[in-house]
């Protein structure tokens, strides 16, 4: 996983990963899943986030953070606030609406959970906001020398121009979760979409009108079942020229 940070931009000692830009979103995911054995990850991921969270897209994350342990989720918000209070953007803290602390607390990292003596030090040492969460860790500090900038992030990761054209909203969110999260070529309708994106079916329908304009299509060759419209994942992602 080292290997796809240092293709988005951190500075590991590994070579960046090759072939596709990396699905953002579930790198997160897999970090929250790892950061108790890797202080270090934990770190460079909260400052990664602090200095580009504007190519994160919310509305996703949030939804596949729903499939994150408790633990995993907790972690997951501690590491996006502690990136908010770095500098990183306050509506990433939407990604994490559905996340909860962990009860009971005790140390984010598997060292201080090896003996109640090592667990009080991490207790004493944490910050607030892992306290909040119930994973004590201290405030990480911003690694700004373990980052690369954007001009070099974009130049790797060439699709990643339209996550930061778009900040990071719906849009965003409805092109990923077309490209990556739907096996096969179809949506079955605007409210199975609107489903995966977790959102509102006028939401969606904004973001789609929006796209639209951007010169995203969306027409499928057949209607569904009932007259519905579905949605062509390949049509879209050629449009987009992501495939």
């Known amino acids: 996983m080292k290997r796809l940070w240092a293709r988005v931009g951190a500075s590991f000692n590994v070579s960046p990963e090759p072939g596709p830009d990396p699905d953002l979103e579930r790198l997160l995911l897999q970090t929250a899943r790892l950061v108790p054995g890797d202080p270090r990850l934990y770190v460079v991921a909260v400052s990664w986030l602090a200095v580009h969270s504007t190519y994160v897209a919310r509305k996703r994350l949030r939804v596949l953070a729903r499939t994150l342990t408790p633990d995993e989720r907790g972690a997951l918000g501690l590491i996006v606030d502690e990136a908010i209070r770095l500098g990183a953007r306050k509506d990433l803290r939407q990604a994490t609406s559905d996340c909860e602390p962990v009860s009971p607390p005790r140390p984010l990292f598997d060292l201080y959970r090896s003996s109640p003596q090592l667990a009080g030090i991490a207790e004493r040492q944490a910050s607030p906001i892992s306290r909040g969460w119930g994973l004590w860790a201290p405030a990480p500090e911003l690694k700004q020398d373990a980052l690369r900038p954007p001009h070099w992030i974009l130049a790797t990761n060439p699709s990643y121009l339209w996550r930061a054209v778009r900040q990071g909203d719906l849009r965003e969110s409805v092109l990923q979760t077309l490209q990556r999260d739907v096996p096969g070529d179809w949506c079955g309708s605007e409210s199975a979409l609107a489903k995966l994106c977790g959102v509102t079916r006028p939401a969606l329908r904004k973001a ?11 027409e499928a060759p057949e209607r569904g079942p009932r007259g519905s419209k579905q949605l062509s994942l390949r049509q879209l992602a050629h449009d987009l020229d992501l495939v």
């Open 208 to 218: 789609l009108r929006a796209l639209e304009l951007e010169g995203c299509r969306f």
